[in-house]
């Protein structure tokens, strides 16, 4: 029979992933941001529309392979979790970035709500990690910088929230 806290715990983490509730979403965050402004860093911001996603991407794939690859190798921060550019390199990188972060973000949660997932179970190539606290840093981290991709657009005049 399965436990009823666990499924829980594991709905609540999965709403957590998902965004949205008390912050904007990923999706309403760069709905609609004319191409132009991708690369477009205003006045006394440090980033770009461009280097949030990607730094979004980059840092959820990150946790995304330390959470299931005992082979993972560790990268070098900051330098491997920014882009070299402020805008991307080509019309297409926005939309193949916006996927992949799309596709990590599922595979995350379908880690997270299989139920052969042990949440709590360290995980054996960390040095105390759980699933849990893992999937606890994506939805804190995405968060956070789903928040400063609203909060660039507001100072590129980008945004009707």
Known sequence: MPNHNDQSLRQH???LLRGGNAHATFDAAIKDLPAKLRGAKPA???????MILE????AQWDILDFSRNP???EMKWPDDYWP???A???????????KEFHADLKEMQDLVSNPKTDLFAKIPWGDGQTI???????AD???????QLVDVRRLLGAWQG
């Open 141 to 147: 981290h995405n968060a956070y910088h789903i928040a």
């Open 84 to 86: 070299k550019t402020e």
């Open 88 to 98: 991307p390199p080509k019309p297409a990188a926005w939309d193949k970035s916006v």
């Open 44 to 50: 006394n911001f440090p980033h770009s529309p461009w």
């Open 55 to 58: 730094h979004l991407r980059i």
């Open 13 to 15: 983490l999965l709403d």
């Open 132 to 138: 849990l606290r893992e999937a606890l840093l994506v």
């Open 71 to 73: 082979k993972y190798k």
